[in-house]
């Protein structure tokens, strides 16, 4: 049914319509709308049978699911930021186990300084961790996305984080169509685990495992995924056959064919790149998009593919990899080595700044040109920088950095923009 | 597309505002967008929120910066931030309060501007009248909706009823209707002048 809701609430349908069995559950902004409203949904008796589970930590939450999702029952959680460190151990444990549970990572940036606002460090910190990461672009595909996620999961029996970026899409009322129960019963069968703790067939799950064979079971989860890359997009075409709609996949193209210049970029960001691509195409631009859906798998050759006819391309994304440059950027840089394209970073957006249509019109241009520095740091006040170094220089009791950028700028409370 | 940006306090229902004229838009078959500023959620603090119309599917994430309209919650904000920031020449401009824009200092503002696009409205006393509760955001949409015929009063109403229930969906569609008249009155008497 077409609506128009909120984020958080669209998803928290999508959820109930995937017949979760335990959701585990720890307030965090900006995931905690969706929670909350699944908590309403089960105290109302509209999602059975389901347990709620309150718990003390995000530790507690993944190692609640883990558990639960060891017993047979399909496990839901949905974290940010810190809360998202905070479960880091269990995090790697699920993935280790092969424990198909869906979070959703309502995307936030990682302190210090303490920020609430969107960015993508959180679950880029875990693209190690053995979990698969789909990237929404908007809130119909966050719905969509879900739907697959649980498919997908517990076909492979590896767990997946649904990202979605915090408040720019959890926190926006758009227009969602919210599939039927029976879409979602077609498309989704009853979960049938690989492995269950069952007190009348007694097994053990997190067995210690030595030299001798850790590398396979480390090496099974990289096959799992790699598997993955290949049924991502085959459930993508079930889900359009099912629910009549383009959504999912491992990445998504427009106006590629003729670009010379591709800017690629994961998430609710991709909407400005587009319109910002339209009106540079009307100028006589030659600019496409490539849009990366699934960041874990990383789609290496589907990557190289879409980039091949290019000159160059220009990665913007939402995380910093501290003393390197970029995350998606690296991924894409091993997807294109050997080609001679020509590729630029653009890190923007960090810790929730607006990412304004008239900063990508002039980064674009640049990039066209190839004017641009490996790595750019769109709309970074190079004054406040600037000011710090030379406080850090003139002074060796110079202050705590963010405090003193504050205090440059004027700013008595954060504000957004 | 047609962009609004609201300026409230927290607990005036900013951000409740902007998501039931999304919902209103919807409900005549158009695309809206609505999103909050998100910034510190204190009651009493600066927030803004905003939303977008459009016939076809809206995919800017970017706040709005040269919006096509301003609904003002609480016009002690006019002291603490530039709420005009970015407003186009030809914008619409819908303020709370039971002054005219002269006797609250706005005098030369409002000179340089199109009265048939200009309006003030007493949304916090329609708040208390019709609802008991000091709060501008519904009469102020359903006066945006009179200033601007972006939205139907029907619409709003709609919208209402989505958002609450029993007695204060009728207060508020109460509040919304006397405000909406309000407004259209308001409009008369400046094309008449």
Redesign the interface.
Known sequence: ML??T?GSKAVAEAIALCRPEVICAYPIS?QTHIVEALGEMVKAGELTPCEFINVESEFAAMSVAIGSSAAGARSYTATASQGLLFMVEAVYNAAGLGLPIVMTVANRAIGAPIN??NDHSDSLSQRDSGWMQLFAETNQEAVDLHIQAFRLAEELSMPIMVCMDG??LT?????VDIPSQEQVDAYLPPFEPRQVLDPAEPISIGAMVGPEAFMEVKYLAHAKQMQALERIPQLADEFKQIFGRDSGGLIRTYHIEDAETVVIAMG?????I??VVDEMRAEGHKIGVLGIISFRPFPLELVRAALIKSRRFIVLEKSLAVGMGGIVATNVRMAVSGTGLKGFTAIAGLG?R????SSLHKLFRQAEKEELEPVTFVDLDWDAVNKQLEREKQTRRSGPIAENILHDKGIV????? | MFQIRIHGRGGQGVVTATEMLSVAAFEEGRHAQAFPSFGSERTGAPVVAFCRIDDKEIRLREPIMEPDALIIQDPTLLHQIDVFAGLKPDGYVLLNTHHTFETIGLGDFVKERDHKRLCTLPATQLGLKHVGRPIPNVPLIAGFAALSDMIQLESVIKAINEKFSGKVAEGNIAAATEAYALVKEQMKEHSHA
């Open positions: 609506k128009q909120e900006p609430i606002w408040f720019i926190h926006a009322f758009e227009r609710s960001v991709l909407g400005t587009k319109d929730g607006a990412i304004p249509k409370s954060a504000k957004f923009g």
